[in-house]
Every structure is written in structure tokens, then in C-alpha cells.
């Protein structure tokens, strides 16, 4: 039984994703951390319980959204309409419990930015449980060696983070890494070049829009999903491509809407 969002919501979301990237209005990428057991939202606004991590994939798989890895993004096919990218960064250990094995149960991917020098930490997925995902379907990305604030660092170090955790991960994983996110969101063209020249083809930031509405693609705009996000506001941040959701800033989008059938009517 998918769960329930009101009917100008569930309208709302029944119309979004059929414009295609190349309009600028591409998939919508979802950036995820921490997924945290049981039903109580955590305190942390990057972690999102199990239960709401449920009923988002429910409701997405409800209103027939197809989720794909940020590798596939790199396909000269368009993409299926109502495409979502679900994404996690950091590698917690708890992206493995309840963030692949529900996406797994659900028929669903998703990419997993890992930090290659906290592999197999107390808190952080381990090799094995890496690969198995890989082997499933999922894409494991590159999220640099240590965390670290790129911007902040000269360019042989930013080197020596970007490429060599893409080494760390393909050597553990024996499979080609393609896709990057930048740690915290931060970035300059200095950490760009050091992407691209390292050979990822896609690579993350926190910067909100769809895809499609950047044309580098070491620079896919996501937008980030929080512990204290409704289902309601979960849906909207869907269908707009934005955290900032609340209605009362949405009231702009839909004066446009208004103003732009009036006119258009007018010229007829």
C-alpha cells in the first residue's frame, strides 16, 4: 500500500520528471548520508530514519519513478521520464543495512560515495560489504581519501585525494570508478581539473537544480534529503529539484505558472 500524500501533492508529483535533460530539466539526483534504525527521525539533519527512507522509496516506486546510478547518466539513450538518482555519501556503515538492502528489496540502485581511507572503520562500510553491493547492481563512487576540504588544500594534495581514491576503491573492488562527489559540497575549478584529469566522468556537488540545467558533468547539481523532511516536503523537493520547498516559497513558482497561461492564452 503506497503511503498517502494529499491530492494536489500526489498530482503534482504524478506531472513531474517528464521533461527530458537536454530542456534542462533532467533527473532529479537525491543526496542521502546516514540511514538510521527504526521509526524516530534522528537529531543529526543529515541522517534520515529507516521508516521514512521506506515510505520515500514507496512512494516513488508508486508513481512508477525508475531509479538509476549516477554512472548511467554517461548513456547516450535519454533517459526513462521519471527518473530519480539516489545517492549516499560518506560510507557509513549503516548505508549497507538499511540503505542497499532496502533499496535492493524495493527493485531499485543507487550510488555510494565512499572515503576510501575509512574503509572497514567501526563506523564505515567495509570491502566486502562494498563489493557485494557492487555485485548487485549498486555503483560504488569515489568520495577522496580522507574527507577531506579540497579547496583548502594545494594542488598535489588535491591530486593525491581525487585519483588516489579512485586507485583505493577500483583496487579493492576490481572494477572501473567513474563517478565522484566532492566532501561537504565544496569545490573550485582547481578540485574540477583534478577530477577530470584523475578520468572520473561524473562527479557531485551540493549545489540544488536538476540535471541537465549544468552543462559539466563534474559539476551534477543534487539536492540534499533530511532527517526532519516530511513526506510532503520529501515529494516536493521531487518534483522541484530544491530543498527549499516550504509553500510559502513556492508561491512565486506557481504566480509564474499563473501569469504565463494567462499570457499565452492571450496570444491565441
Known amino acids: 500500500m503506497p503511503p498517502w500524500i494529499d491530492p494536489f501533492l500526489n498530482r503534482l508529483l504524478s506531472g513531474a520528471g517528464l521533461v527530458p535533460a537536454c530542456e534542462g530539466r533532467g533527473p532529479v539526483v537525491l543526496m542521502y548520508h546516514s540511514i538510521t534504525r527504526g521509526r524516530k527521525s534522528p537529531p543529526d ?65 543507487g550510488t555510494f560515495f565512499i572515503v576510501s581511507g575509512k574503509t572497514g572503520a567501526p563506523d564505515r562500510l567495509s570491502a566486502a560489504q562494498a563489493g557485494e553491493m557492487a555485485s548487485s547492481g549498486m555503483e560504488i563512487g569515489a568520495h577522496t581519501r580522507t574527507h577531506a576540504r579540497l579547496p583548502e588544500l594545494d594542488a598535489a594534495r588535491i591530486g593525491e585525494e581525487v585519483t588516489g581514491s579512485k586507485k583505493d576503491i577500483e583496487d579493492m573492488l576490481g572494477l572501473p570508478v567513474t563517478s565522484f562527489a566532492y566532501p561537504y559540497g565544496l569545490f573550485n575549478d582547481t578540485c574540477v581539473e583534478a577530477v577530470r584529469k584523475a578520468g572520473f566522468k561524473v562527479a557531485c556537488t551540493t549545489r540544488t537544480g536538476w540535471f541537465g540545467s549544468e552543462s559539466d558533468l563534474l559539476r551534477v547539481r543534487r539536492v540534499a534529503v533530511f532527517s526532519f523532511d516530511s513526506l510532503s516536503t520529501f515529494a516536493r523537493k521531487v518534483a522541484f529539484a530544491g530543498t527549499d520547498v516550504r509553500w510559502r516559497s513556492m508561491a512565486g513558482y506557481f504566480v509564474d505558472r499563473i501569469r504565463s497561461r494567462i499570457a499565452g492564452n492571450g496570444t491565441r
Not at 73 to 101: M, Q, S
Open 45 to 109: 539533519r543529515w541522517g534520515v530514519s529507516e521508516e521514512n527512507f521506506k515510505k520515500q522509496l514507496c512512494l516513488l516506486r508508486s508513481k512508477g519513478w525508475t531509479t538509476l546510478c549516477v554512472r548511467d547518466l554517461l548513456k547516450a539513450d535519454p533517459l526513462p521520464p521519471r527518473t530519480v538518482l539516489i545517492t549516499f555519501d560518506d560510507g557509513f556503515a549503516d548505508n549497507y543495512e538499511r540503505g542497499f538492502k532496502l533499496l535492493d528489496a524495493y527493485g531499485m540502485r
